[in-house]
């Protein structure tokens, strides 16, 4: 199989072409990065594939590209994703996220591609309420509270029309919150990580209760693969792991890990659309597929935290953060 990886630079992406070749060693994999903020060369590193800095949004490219490389299936992680940055510039969120999306479904189109899977997020449902125990299923009405959670819908249903206006063969993903190596610092894993390695606070949102469900990266790779392999096209499958972990938890967690104390907490104020909880019904894929999450929650995060301590020449050069108290 010729293999197409979007977004290949940045955590999900780079994590996914790593899982794939060892995981089908035969294959070819193409990754594509446009190598914005959140793209890093640097962690496909020793890895077998063949890299073109690119970018979804350049039609023509993307269909040189599928045709020059012979091309069976695409895996679109590229997506702007950083939720406090998309509320001080929305603009570049729909412009990549939307029409990046749109192009390269045109581009699929063109040349006949056997599968385009697209990699979205349980934020595109919304938020639910702490004192609840709903559930998304892949049902459930899409109502995207922030820039970034809208601009993944409309990729979503860009897909979805591709699909049933033109027939190209298509499958979704929507995953629970990810975290594991190689995640940009920005990311609350990570962020909370890095400051604690660093001797700095951990800003944590005044909603310090608000809830995540967590998903290892590995895991979620194993997912979109039995997507590819038994997945039914046209189907959108929810990919999570059930575990909700609050902020105020997650900070204390990692403070835990590096042995610091819960003082270096600092409350900071909200992010303006702070989503209160998400947590999706993967049953489909583990009834249809027969997926199953590997890593839990506690290993998994002591893994990570101990990753970000030991890779500290990886991260160190990325820091940039955005300016929290821009909407205060």
């Known amino acids: 199989m010729n293999l197409l990886v979007t977004g290949a630079a940045g955590?999900?992406?780079?994590?996914?072409?790593?899982?794939?070749?060892?995981?089908?060693?035969?294959?070819?994999?193409?990754?594509?990065?446009?190598?914005?903020?959140?793209?890093?060369?640097?962690?496909?590193d020793g890895v077998d594939c063949v890299f073109v800095h690119a970018d979804i949004r350049e039609l023509s490219t993307m269909e040189q590209l599928l045709r020059e490389h012979r091309v069976d299936v695409v895996v679109n992680f590229a997506a702007e994703s950083h939720n406090s940055?998309?509320?001080?510039?929305?603009?570049?969120?729909?412009?990549?996220?939307?029409?990046?999306?749109?192009?390269?479904?045109?581009?699929?189109?063109?040349?006949?591609?056997?599968?385009?899977?697209?990699?979205?997020?349980?934020?595109?449902?919304?938020?639910?309420?702490?004192?609840?125990?709903e559930t998304f299923t892949e049902e459930s009405p899409y109502r995207p509270r922030t820039p970034y959670n809208a601009s993944k819908a409309g990729a979503d249903h860009a897909v979805r029309a591709y699909h049933e206006t033109f027939g190209l063969p298509v499958t979704i993903t929507n995953c629970a919150n990810n975290y594991g190596p190689y995640q940009f610092p920005e990311k609350v894993i990570p962020l909370f990580t890095t400051r604690a390695l660093r001797g700095q606070p951990l800003p944590l949102y005044r909603s310090s209760a608000n809830r995540r469900e967590w998903l290892h990266v590995t895991d979620h790779c194993a997912a979109i693969e039995r997507v590819l392999d038994a997945g039914t096209v046209g189907a959108t499958y929810n990919v999570g792991s059930g575990v909700e972990v609050s902020a105020a938890d997650l900070a204390g967690l990692i403070l835990a890990e590096l042995g610091l104390p819960p003082t270096m907490i600092e409350t900071v104020p909200d992010r303006p659309g702070h989503d209160r909880r998400y947590l999706l019904d993967s049953g489909r894929?583990?009834?249809?597929?027969?997926?199953?999450?590997?890593?839990?929650?506690?290993?998994?995060?002591?893994?990570?935290?101990?990753?970000?301590?030991?890779?500290?020449?990886?991260?160190?050069?990325?820091?940039?953060?955005?300016d929290e108290a821009a909407w205060a």
Do not use: K, M
């Open 11 to 44: 955590f999900i992406g780079a994590n996914f072409v790593r899982y794939w070749r060892l995981r089908r060693p035969g294959d070819r994999v193409v990754a594509v990065d446009a190598l914005t903020y959140a793209g890093n060369r640097s962690t496909l």
């Open 85 to 133: 940055l998309a509320v001080l510039d929305p603009g570049r969120f729909f412009e990549t996220n939307v029409l990046g999306t749109q192009r390269l479904l045109e581009a699929a189109r063109r040349v006949g591609l056997a599968r385009f899977h697209h990699v979205s997020t349980c934020e595109v449902y919304g938020d639910l309420p702490l004192d609840s125990d």
């Open 285 to 322: 894929l583990r009834r249809e597929l027969g997926w199953a999450p590997t890593v839990d929650f506690a290993s998994g995060l002591a893994a990570t935290v101990a990753w970000y301590a030991s890779h500290r020449s990886w991260w160190e050069p990325l820091l940039s953060p955005v």
